[in-house]
């Protein structure tokens, strides 16, 4: 499985660029930049490479984290899966292209697309020695008239930015994604409530279009979860010292929470169960909250079933379990509770 840090040449890369960067200055960037993301303002507050820098250091960290979780598990349900082009939606610094180079070594051609100046600048900086990030194209102007004439790509993704759109223009940007997909599209947002709604709204929508869902829910029906609760998942990386005083913060590591789907043209060939949360382990039991080719399950694995706890144990969320895993209710001393609506 692929790190969820940066791999060393964009490290080095990126510390290139930061030398001589006031980090006091970059702190306050960073801070007003992701005030006007709150307030939906997306990325035109980013006009300079020192906003440019300053969103890099706060954000591409927990953004690269994210996308390389969700790649992470569509590789591990699709190990086959060789793309060699790469179409990256919305791309500000390349985040995602960095992480889907590290994820597949078969990727050969990257098409970056995205309409901020500053942000396409870095990313052509940050590129410019990488040994695997050798043939890119970045195109600039807004994705979705971009992506009427771009080339169709084995692996199209689109990280952090349907959010920026609004609903009308996000699900004509969907069916444009899906149209230049020729394999897989990947979209991941942030996994808040909102990023969750998103998420399951391009799911619907581009399943009845004919998708399958490859990752991370294991059918194609509708999402079981109700309000309050809401699907998504965290990935926890390491903070460097200039992202620690950009942030103003002591910790050294973050829990990047997101949420994501993995969009497929051929039905996948296993469908493995999902852990939605961090499991409760007791003396006693093991308690996990499944999402499951049938449904939404809880599954209690007790601890004289020796076998099967000391497997449950394990279990971390948004791990994948097949089936065997947990079709245990009908041996001794083993059980499943079906959750109250």
Known sequence: MTSPDFPAELKAALDAKLEGLSRNAAAGRAASISQTYRDGGGSGAIRSETDALAYALARMPATYAAVVASLNALYEIRPDFAPTSLLDVGAGPGTASWAAAEAFSSLQDFTLLDANDALRELALDLTRKSARLRRINYEPGHARSLLAHADAADLVVASYMIGEIGDAERAMLAELMWAKTRDTLLVVEPGTPAGYARIVALREQLIADGAHVAA?????????????????????????????????????????????????????????ARVL??????????????????????????????ADYARARRWRWGDAVMEEQISISGRPGAGRDDPKP
């Open 216 to 272: 991370p829910c294991p059918h194609d029906g509708k999402c079981p979860l109700s309000t309050p609760d809401w699907c998504h998942f965290t990935q926890r990386l390491s903070r460097s010292r200039a992202h620690m005083q950009v942030k103003g913060v002591e910790l050294p590591f973050e829990d990047e929470k997101f949420a994501y789907v993995a969009l497929t043209h051929a039905p996948p060939v296993q469908h493995p």
């Open 277 to 306: 949360a961090q499991p409760d382990v007791s003396k006693v039991e093991v308690t996990a909250k499944l999402c499951t080719p049938g449904g939404l399950a809880i599954e209690k694995v007790p601890r004289r079933a020796k």
